[in-house]
């Protein structure tokens, strides 16, 4: 489990002022310490899950400013397809949560699974805590978690959005959230570090790297050895660990090490 937190959703999000900055404090705040648990209990507990996931939700609730669409919802008025089949549905259900519900027949459906009631007070949707399950919700239905593993930021942008809408926006805080990932784990690993070998990932380089590479031909995996720690090499370091039963993150700590050495 990768610890996470409000400060770690600060450091993807943008910077806001007055109004729009006190919302993103409030909705912060409300999940920071709630963000780890819920996330792990949809299996978005990797580092490549957990920095799709980040990219998209900071996308779609404009930075973590708001847990309801800005728009009156009017234009869903009448909209069978979503169960809107009453008068005022339309505003009643408009969109709300992290990645946002939209209609009667999903906030029905969705409340039945979180054991909210969410089709009679429609307003619970947009608080922070639930609009964060909601995402997650969302993002169990689409079955999102299998091109993050593949990390395909294009085909998991179509499964939230159904397209490429704001593409770029969402791989700018993907890549954001990759960064503030590897500090963490980084800060992590090297308080856990028993070994005298150092800790190292993707973009090491050097006779350490050689080591590792060695060692994994050792075990089986045909890689070059050139002392370059790049995507061949993270992922044999990933196969490795999964047949070990490690964190599979690609980053070889003490525990990668001693696996290999041992």
């Known amino acids: 489990m990768i610890p996470i937190d409000g400060a770690f959703v600060l450091e993807i999000a943008p910077r806001f002022s007055g109004a729009k900055a006190q919302r993103q404090a409030e909705i912060v705040a409300a999940i920071g310490d709630h963000l780890t648990s819920v996330l792990d209990s949809y299996d978005i507990n990797t580092r490549l899950r957990i920095a799709h996931?980040?990219?998209?939700?900071?996308?779609?609730?404009?930075?973590?400013?708001t847990t309801e669409e800005f728009a009156s919802g009017a234009a869903y008025e009448g909209r069978e397809d979503l169960g809107n089949i009453h008068r005022g549905d339309g505003k009643r259900y408009k969109g709300r949560g992290l990645i946002q519900l939209t209609g009667r027949a999903n906030y029905r459906r969705i409340g039945g699974k979180l054991n909210l009631p969410l089709e009679d007070d429609p307003e619970v949707a947009g608080e922070p805590l639930t609009?964060?399950?909601?995402?997650?919700?969302?993002?169990?239905?689409?079955?999102?978690?299998?091109?993050?593993?593949?990390?395909?930021?294009?085909?998991?942008?179509?499964?939230?959005?159904?397209?490429?809408?704001?593409?770029?926006?969402?791989?700018?805080?993907?890549?954001?959230?990759?960064?503030?990932?590897?500090?963490?784990?980084?800060?992590?690993?090297?308080?856990?570090?028993?070994?005298?070998?150092?800790?190292?990932?993707r973009g090491s380089f050097g006779d350490v790297v050689e080591r590792l590479q060695r060692g994994l031909v050792a075990k089986g995996f045909p890689i070059s050895i050139d002392s370059d720690f790049g995507p061949a090499t993270e992922f044999a370091v990933r196969q490795f660990q999964a047949r070990n039963g490690l964190t599979v993150d690609g980053i070889v700590g003490a525990q990668t090490w001693g696996a290999l050495e041992g």
């Open 53 to 65: 996931f980040m990219g998209q939700v900071t996308h779609e609730c404009a930075g973590f400013r």
């Open 131 to 201: 609009s964060l399950r909601i995402a997650c919700e969302y993002w169990k239905d689409r079955k999102i978690n299998d091109p993050c593993d593949d990390d395909d930021l294009i085909e998991v942008t179509r499964r939230v959005n159904g397209g490429r809408n704001g593409l770029e926006d969402r791989r700018n805080f993907y890549r954001k959230a990759k960064t503030a990932l590897s500090r963490r784990m980084g800060i992590i690993l090297a308080s856990q570090q028993t070994s005298s070998l150092p800790v190292i990932r």
